[in-house]
């Protein structure tokens, strides 16, 4: 039996190394299939080191839309995009994350997007993130770094189906 365990083994640890593909591991968003529905630019965010800016319209119609991260600084960042329930507002979200250098849990009354889970490079150096956005309300951008942990508000804008 060992002689059989060894060679499958040996096997399946070859096929696990040769896929070249990087892994992406979903959020608490649901993740969604691409699909032919058009996609259209809903702004950058531009991240410095310092800060964090939103460079897009206050108000969007429902719809699929890409944001544009530039994480001008060394930190790598990565972007968040959220939804705020409960009638809560951006300001409620940062009041409640504070000054965003220590960890506090997602309170119930913030939902994620679903994402098309597409995030490719520009040539600006940019990174493409795809929301499927339906569901009309009050949402907010962040960036977000895990070590240390610290959020910078991006800002906030609103779904509204005109």
């Known amino acids: ?17 040769a ?21 259209m630019e809903a702004g950058e965010i531009i991240f410095d080191g310092v800060e964090c800016i939103y460079k897009g319209p206050p108000e ?31 300001q409620d979200y940062l009041d409640y994350v504070g000054e965003g250098d ?17 995030e490719k490079h520009r040539p600006d150096g940019g990174e493409v993130h795809t929301y499927i956005l339906t569901i009309e309300g009050n949402y907010g951008i962040v960036a977000w770094l895990w070590h240390p942990f610290s959020i910078w508000p991006c800002g906030p804008f609103q779904l509204i189906d005109t």
């Open 60 to 90: 969007l119609p429902p719809g699929d839309y890409a944001f544009v991260l530039k994480d001008l600084s060394d930190m790598d960042v990565e972007m968040a995009l959220e939804r705020y329930t409960d009638g809560k507002i951006y």
């Open 19 to 39: 896929n070249t593909q990087p892994t992406q591991t979903p959020t608490s968003s649901q993740l969604v299939e691409p699909s032919d529905d058009v996609v």
């Open 1 to 17: 039996m060992k002689r059989i365990v060894f060679p499958i083994t040996i096997l399946l640890l070859a096929a696990a190394c």
């Open 102 to 118: 220590k960890y506090v849990p997602e309170p119930d009354w913030v939902d994620i997007p679903p994402s098309r889970g597409s």
